[in-house]
């Protein structure tokens, strides 16, 4: 253990001068700019005030936030999009719970993030004396990240720190937590000691090489296929490996279907893009080749109706060994970064390869085409009230018009017929609910995107989703930010029309009717706008995306057009005294 930490008596220097000292506070700012970590998102308080305004004073971008699950939703999404953690601030005991949310999120997402969190003296805490927001915070954190460290002494920052890093990014990416008890921060030592006591991370998420023989065997594999289908997941786009991914698509000649954040790595309107054919790729396809996705529930665990009869094998590239095999055999497992894989099968597939044969792409082709020009007459419609197609109509123009654009997009109708419609042109700008598809991403991934990126924001909302992040309108009005933001208003969760016949009281999903989500945006100086169909929306979208001024727009939607959980809806559990 270092033991520079308790002196106050430092050494005189050899003139005679007071020495330089620092303290725990400007060791901890020391150490995340030495690593390039420059903004921070949080909530002040106790113990980590001072904190805020010393990082923002030593040139950090502190983004002060009105709830800690905000900031750290802020915080993961910027692990996704930069590949270094993003780092959340907060308070002890409830700020502390507040931010939890967002870690257990960023962990079960594989995005880097560092929960940072003042705490209340261990001597206290430990005797459970009752201290000012007491809990044993590193205990709690534990079960709900990657990796949880405590640092005690400010001679020990540098190395908290250091491995916090390493935790977060290397490997498969995830949460971490790093508790600062107050005591620390005002821990005083000598300058140049705490300056060597900092740790500049070296490699913090080192290339993992796949081994040759797995190259060849998911070659062998891919090779034998008649109807091969590439899956592309968020990790793929996490991988900032564009282009050898594309590259590896096209070379291939294999259809292939982005997970939801996978979407716009190749563009959803490639000649290969299989999205508009899902059921019939993941149907009919022989042969599977995951890249950063995990078979979850999102795909339906690789086995059941979704993915028919017919015999499949697997090829999983992934960086977390134990993913393989997790819900079904993997014949032909490939363990290491993705950048890495994809460079190895690539080279592997030599200047002759064989692109999948034209019968199946030809039928993949034909399939699309069609749900392609389905639907198509749908997104044209001018109807009033609007309903779901008619208002993502103009917004998929919008973002065609704006390919550079991020697009954030939470709900159930909204989210998942948004995913459905709004073809995305490139890598990373469609940020969603993740694998939880947890509500309340919304606002806290519109400022991240437009902090890290600088780039204009779209968040498509549901009237739900909305509302439990919906306070940070002032956050973004406070920073500025180039923020749109449409709330899809069909009065409640799933629809506005459901009816409690035994009680005065409101049915559980329903919400206030005819409510204004633009005056919120008013309230805080931004911009406001009630629209009712989709030419109001269209004029009003593009406003605020030329002008890049926060603007809230209220789109009126039909409350019976949507249904229950979307998409999803056979997940709900049926009761047997359920009335018709
Ligand atoms: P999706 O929800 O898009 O299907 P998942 O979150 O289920 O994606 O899967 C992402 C996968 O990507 C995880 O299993 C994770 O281990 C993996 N992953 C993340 N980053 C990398 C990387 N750089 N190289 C290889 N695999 C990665
Ligand atoms: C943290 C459960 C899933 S979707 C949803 C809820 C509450 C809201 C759907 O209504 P919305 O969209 O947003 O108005 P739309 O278009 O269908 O009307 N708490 C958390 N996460 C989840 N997923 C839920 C609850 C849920
Ligand atoms: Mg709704």
């Not at 086995?303 to 134990?322: C, L, Y």
């Not at 085409?369 to 009230?385: C, D, G, I, S, Y």
Request: aromatic share 6%; glycine share 10%; hydrophobic share 45%.
């Amino acid at each position: 253990m270092a033991q520079a930490t308790t002196l106050n008596e430092q050494p005189k220097t050899a003139g005679g001068d007071e020495p330089e000292l620092t303290d725990g506070f400007h060791l901890v700012i020391d150490a995340l700019k030495l690593n390039g970590l420059t903004t921070i998102y949080g909530v002040p308080g106790i113990p980590i005030t001072d904190f805020g305004r010393m990082a923002q004073a030593e040139g950090i971008r502190v983004l002060s936030f009105r709830h800690e699950q905000n900031a750290g939703y802020a915080a993961a999404i910027a692990g996704f999009l930069t590949k270094k953690p993003g780092i959340c601030l907060t308070v002890s005991a409830p700020g502390f719970l507040n931010g939890l949310t967002a870690l257990a999120h960023a962990t079960t997402n594989c995005y880097p993030m560092i929960l940072i969190s003042g705490s209340s003296e261990r001597e206290v805490v430990d005797l459970q004396q009752g201290d000012y927001e007491e809990m044993d915070q590193l205990a709690i954190a534990k079960s709900l990240c990657k990796a949880a460290f405590r640092v005690l002494h400010a001679a020990d920052i540098g190395i908290g720190v250091a491995r916090a890093i390493r935790a977060s990014v290397s490997g498969r990416p995830g949460g971490v937590y790093l508790d600062l008890p107050a005591k620390l921060f005002g821990q005083v030592m000598n300058a140049e000691a705490g300056r060597k006591s900092l740790v500049k991370v070296i490699d913090a998420a080192p290339a993992q090489i796949p081994a040759p023989s797995a190259i060849a065997r998911a070659l062998d594999v891919l090779k034998s296929a008649k109807r091969p289908l590439i899956i592309l997941g968020k990790g793929a786009a996490y991988a900032q490996a564009d282009e050898a991914i594309k590259a590896l698509v096209e070379k291939s000649g294999v259809p292939f279907l982005p997970m939801s954040m996978a979407k716009g790595l190749l563009p959803d309107t490639h000649p290969q893009c299989a999205g508009a054919a899902r059921s019939t790729v993941l149907k009919d396809s022989d042969v599977v080749m995951l890249i950063g996705a995990r078979l979850n529930w999102l795909l339906s665990h690789g086995k059941g109706k979704a993915w028919g009869d017919a015999p499949k094998k697997f090829i999983q590239i992934d960086i977390e060994p134990k993913e393989m095999d997790s819900n079904v055999e993997i014949v032909a497992p490939v363990v290491g970064d993705i950048g890495s894989c994809v460079a190895a099968l690539l080279d592997g597939m030599g200047a002759k390869w064989n692109a999948a044969p034209a019968d199946w792409t030809g039928t993949v082709a034909a399939k699309r085409e069609e749900n392609v020009a389905k639907m198509a007459p749908r997104l044209m419609n001018n109807n009033n009230p609007m309903d779901y197609h008619g208002a993502l109509g103009v917004l998929r123009t919008v973002i065609k018009e704006r390919p550079d654009a991020i697009l954030v997009n939470e709900g159930a109708n909204t989210l998942d017929l948004t995913r459905g419609v709004i073809d995305m042109y490139k890598p990373r700008k469609r940020l969603d609910v993740g694998t939880w598809g947890v509500m309340g991403i919304g606002m806290g991934q519109c400022i991240a995107a437009a902090v890290e990126t600088g780039k204009p924001v779209l968040a498509i909302e549901g009237d739900s989703a909305f509302g439990f992040s919906g306070m940070e309108v002032e956050t973004i009005c406070r920073y500025e930010l180039p923020v749109c933001i449409v709330v899809f208003n069909n009065d409640g969760i799933y629809r506005g029309t459901d009816v409690n016949a035994v009680s005065k009281d409101p049915a559980p999903t329903v919400f206030v009717k005819g409510a204004r989500y633009d005056k919120m945006m008013e309230a805080f100086g931004g911009v406001g706008v009630n629209a009712t169909t989709p030419d109001e929306l269209k004029r009003a979208v593009n406003a605020a995306m030329d002008s890049g001024r926060p603007t809230l727009i209220n789109a009126v939607l039909d409350p019976a057009a949507g249904s229950e959980s979307g998409r999803i809806g056979n997940l709900n559990p049926q009761s047997v005294l359920k009335k018709k």
